[in-house]
């Protein structure tokens, strides 16, 4: 079973530039996740899909963080502009369904974003 | 809200040696508990999931337990290897709540 991907695995941009995450969830997961996770931290859940509809989006900076899942099975997270706090490793995560059996989340291996 | 720490940052330990890692949570009203392994450059590993109303779970040389009433967890390695090194991350799942919320993780180092 091939596991979560994540693209692309390194990102490099100027401050008050845009960038583009994309994640393909394992064949069949329903839920989706994007995790923020700064150098030393914790992750920290930005947004949660249900199929293509938000579940959580309480944690996300909307004004300048968006994400959508548009046919409910990969997904794109944009930072429009930039700024130097967001330099961080952003997982994608995805699990079956959202709760009881087949709630396990499998992580991608991460997008490492450095803005300088 | 739900705070989780984990104590300590680092450790640095010789191979064979058994180890305690340690997670604290704020509010006990949890539906489970998760540990994490992290490689560097590589995402999150799922090792044990205890539920809120188990004591601990097993799982080769590692053991994780849980004290719901006085929000704690221990991750215990057996017989450490340099394999081991990695971070270790706690995560807890609130009552009633679909999102996890993670410790910032120990990062653990075994010396041949």
């Known amino acids: 079973e091939a596991g979560v991907a994540q693209s692309p695995r390194y990102k490099i941009i100027e401050k008050r530039q845009s960038v583009a995450f994309w994640c393909n969830p394992i064949?069949?997961?329903?839920?989706l996740y994007w995790y923020q996770q700064i150098l030393g931290q914790g992750p920290k859940l930005l947004i949660q899909f249900q199929n293509n509809g938000v579940v959580d989006d309480s944690q996300l900076p909307k004004d300048r963080f968006s994400a959508e899942r548009l046919k409910g099975v990969d997904s794109t997270l944009k930072i429009q502009p930039a700024k130097l706090e967001d330099s961080a490793v952003y997982l994608c995560a995805s699990s079956l369904r959202a709760s009881g059996g087949g709630y396990t989340q499998y992580f991608g291996p991460g997008t490492r974003l450095t803005v300088l | 809200k739900q705070e989780v720490t984990q104590i300590p940052a680092a450790l640095s330990v010789p191979e064979g040696e058994n180890l305690v890692l340690n997670c604290s949570f704020t509010d006990s009203a949890i539906y489970n508990l998760q540990w994490f392994r992290q490689d560097p450059g590589k995402g999150l590993t799922s090792l044990l999931l205890i539920q809120s109303s188990q004591r601990e779970q097993t799982s080769g040389r590692l053991n994780a337990s849980l004290d719901k009433s006085s929000g704690r967890s221990t991750l215990y390695i057996a017989a450490s290897q340099p394999g081991d090194s990695a971070t270790y991350l706690c995560?807890?799942?609130?009552?009633?709540?679909?999102?996890?919320?993670f410790g910032q993780g120990t990062r653990l180092t075994i010396n041949p």
């Open positions: 064949s069949g997961h329903a839920t």
């Open positions: 995560a807890v799942r609130d009552q009633g709540a679909q999102k996890l919320v």
